[in-house]
Structure formats: structure tokens, C-alpha cells
């Protein structure tokens, strides 16, 4: 849990994210909570629906969520904000555990792929705005679509994703997690995932309102082009995972099966 940075194991992650450099963030915002994850599902295994420890993962997911939420609605830096984002993911990771199905480990091992994809597009724009190293803010995404397009599309597509929104993976991903908590009675949860999702909304989509409505007196960034392909081919895969998603969540599904027959 704390590694996943869930509620109330997560008060680091804010303050690391925010403090540390920049790829170190992007690092420590992806492959650990991979980990976490990967080590969540094979105790969630062992696990049936409705035990008390199950309903415990659905409780922390809902306040994780909420908290994480709320807390990055009032944020500037790009980085804290993402901060509080991971923990709102965090929960929307437990709504698969606490399914505690195969469909919802499944659904947790999709999710956390796909959290990594559209993350990893996020904090790639936001290494390449910094300014020597600096930690940007909302207010350095202004005018971006002037600046740097390219960037620009690419934030639009993360951002896009990690709301949830068709036909990125982070959209694909939040259905099959909701569609294993509903299966199991979490109603109650499935509720909050998706007042949650609309929260999220304001934040993300705020970044690409600065991006694409901003105005900065700020000149071009310099971007190489083998930049903007790594980029592109991030918010490509984000869409196409979204698109066509059968064959990554098959690995998932056929993971979880051999886990909980």
C-alpha cells in the first residue's frame, strides 16, 4: 500500500514527486507501483468476494480516491498534482482487488499497464517544459500549442487517458475495473469511482486548457525530433491500447485464471 502511495500510506508521494528531479518522479510515478500492484494481485488471489479484508481494499479505494482527488484540484505544480493523481489511481487500482474475482484481478493488472502508458506520456511533457530542471507549473503550459505541438497533442492524449475518456486506455482500463466491482455488489463503489472520474475532469482537462487556450510571451521549446517520436509513440500506443485492447487484457486475464482458477 505504500508503495502504491494508497490512503493513509500515502503522504510521501506529493512531497517526493515534487522534490525529486524530474525523471526521477516519472520513474518512481511508474515501475514501483508496477511492483505493488504485481505483489497485490497474487495476495488478492488468495482472497474470495465479500471477506472482510476484501471490503477493507473497497473502503481505502473509496478514500484514496476522494482524498487524492480533491487534493489535486488545488495544486500548480504539474508534479504534486500528479502526485495526489497517483493516489486517486491507487483506489481506482482496489476497485478490481476488492472484486477479488478473476475478472478483477484482471481488471487491476490492465489498469495498472495502462496507468503507466498514459503517465509516462504526462511526465514525459513535463520533462521537456522544465527549464533547467525546475518543476513546472500549470502556468508554463500556457501558450503550448504555440510553443510546441507536438508536445501539446501529447499532453491532450494523457490527459484524455488518465480522466478516462474514449477511446484512450485509460478509459478501457476504468471500464473493466467498474464492470468487476458491479459484477460483485460494490455498488456503493462503482458510484464513488465515477463521481471521482468527474472530479478528475477539472484538473486534468485544466492542463489542457492552459495548453491550448494559455497565451505566453515564451519562446519555442527545442525539441529533437527523436524526442517527439518517443512521445508520439506513447500517445499512440495509449490510443491503440484503448482502441484495441483484446490482446493485452487476454495476458491479464489469462494471468489472473492461472492465479484464481
Not at 518522479?25 to 482472497?47: F, N
Not at 488518465?162 to 456503493?188: E, I, M, N, R
Amino acid at each position: 500500500f505504500y508503495k502504491l502511495a494508497l490512503f493513509p500510506f500515502h503522504f510521501w508521494c506529493p512531497d517526493v514527486y515534487q522534490s525529486s528531479k524530474n525523471e526521477t518522479a516519472a520513474y518512481v510515478a511508474t515501475i514501483p507501483k508496477l511492483g505493488a500492484v504485481v505483489v497485490l494481485v497474487r495476495l488478492a488471489a488468495m482472497l474470495h468476494p465479500g471477506m472482510e479484508v476484501t471490503n477493507l481494499f473497497a473502503i481505502l479505494g473509496a478514500v484514496s480516491m476522494t482524498g487524492g482527488n480533491l487534493a489535486a484540484l488545488v495544486q500548480r505544480d504539474l508534479k504534486r498534482m500528479l502526485g495526489y493523481s497517483s493516489v486517486a489511481h491507487a483506489g481506482y487500482i482496489m476497485l478490481g482487488l476488492a472484486a477479488g474475482s478473476a475478472a478483477g484481478l484482471a481488471a487491476s493488472t490492465f489498469y495498472i499497464l495502462a496507468y503507466i502508458l498514459m503517465n509516462l506520456a504526462c511526465f514525459y511533457v513535463v520533462c521537456a517544459i522544465s527549464k533547467d530542471g525546475e518543476n513546472p507549473t500549470l502556468d508554463d503550459l500556457d501558450g503550448l500549442y504555440r510553443r510546441g505541438p507536438a508536445l501539446a497533442m501529447i499532453l491532450a492524449v494523457a490527459a484524455f487517458a488518465l480522466v478516462g475518456l474514449p477511446p484512450t486506455v485509460g478509459f478501457t482500463g476504468k471500464l473493466f475495473l467498474l464492470s468487476a466491482a458491479w459484477d460483485q455488489g460494490y455498488h456503493w463503489l462503482v458510484i464513488v469511482a465515477v463521481l471521482n472520474t468527474a472530479i478528475s475532469i477539472y484538473y486534468y482537462l485544466g492542463m489542457v486548457r492552459h495548453a491550448y487556450t494559455g497565451e505566453s510571451d515564451a519562446p519555442a521549446l527545442h525539441v529533437s525530433r527523436g524526442q517527439v517520436v518517443f512521445g508520439g509513440v506513447l500517445a499512440v500506443i495509449v490510443l491503440l491500447a484503448g482502441m484495441l485492447p483484446a490482446s493485452l487484457y487476454s495476458l491479464a486475464a489469462r494471468a489472473a485464471a492461472a492465479l484464481r482458477p
